[in-house]
């Protein structure tokens, strides 16, 4: 497997790779957030280049397990790690709906904000895998790293929020139980979702 490290090949496989969403949606995240200044520190790499029929992203140092000489055409995932493979050099159509939302405001009494380190115990708390050290300390990583909505009350405590993680993809996304069935998850996701297609990231639904 070959890293891809210059610039120029990095923005070329994120043009291939957007020909080729919707399958090539996990590794394409990966690929624009290295694009944008690599907060998660991945690295890339292909099976070679250009013609390549299979790209991984993983954590940046991370040595690959498996045969990739073996894999099957779709998507893998696993700790960590993304894979797309194909029979043919990423050659799968483009998804021609695209969500493009309209903008739900907040309700009364609630505004726009962002979660900070305060809020990593809360968000511990509440995530379907959390209540452990290991998933506090990756909360607290992508909350550091990657963008992040949140809607707060008049005083302004989170009500719901949205996280992304290494790959460009919600990773927890939550409303308060006392909150619920206001649509305030409508908005937040809407926000992420337009925040994250005017940095150029494709949004689906």
Not at 124 to 133: L, Q
Request: hydrophobic share 35%; aromatic share 6%; glycine share 10%.
């Amino acid at each position: 497997m070959k890293i891809l490290t210059c610039p120029a090949q990095l923005q070329r496989l994120e043009g291939i790779l957007r020909k080729s969403l919707p399958l090539a949606l996990p590794v394409f995240g990966a690929v624009l957030n290295i694009n944008r200044g690599n907060p998660g520190q991945c690295e890339v790499l292909v099976d070679k280049w250009p013609e390549f029929g299979a790209v991984l992203a993983r954590p940046s140092g991370e040595v690959a397990s498996g045969d990739m000489g073996h894999c099957r055409r779709g998507v893998t995932r696993c700790s960590g790690t993304f894979q797309v493979c194909s029979e043919h050099p990423m050659d799968v159509p483009r998804c021609r709906h695209p969500l493009t939302p309209a903008s739900p405001r907040p309700a009364p009494g609630m505004r726009l904000g962002s979660l900070n380190p305060s809020h990593v115990d809360l968000l511990n708390d509440t995530w379907p895998y959390g209540g452990n050290a290991r998933s506090r300390r990756y909360l607290a990583e992508i909350l550091g790293r990657f963008p992040q909505v949140c809607l707060q009350d008049s005083s302004g405590q989170p009500v719901a929020w949205v996280l992304t993680d290494h790959f460009g993809t919600g990773t927890h996304s939550y409303t308060l139980p006392e909150h619920r069935r206001h649509g305030h998850m409508q908005v937040a996701l809407t926000v992420a979702a337009q925040r994250a297609h005017a940095r150029g990231f494709p949004t689906f639904g």
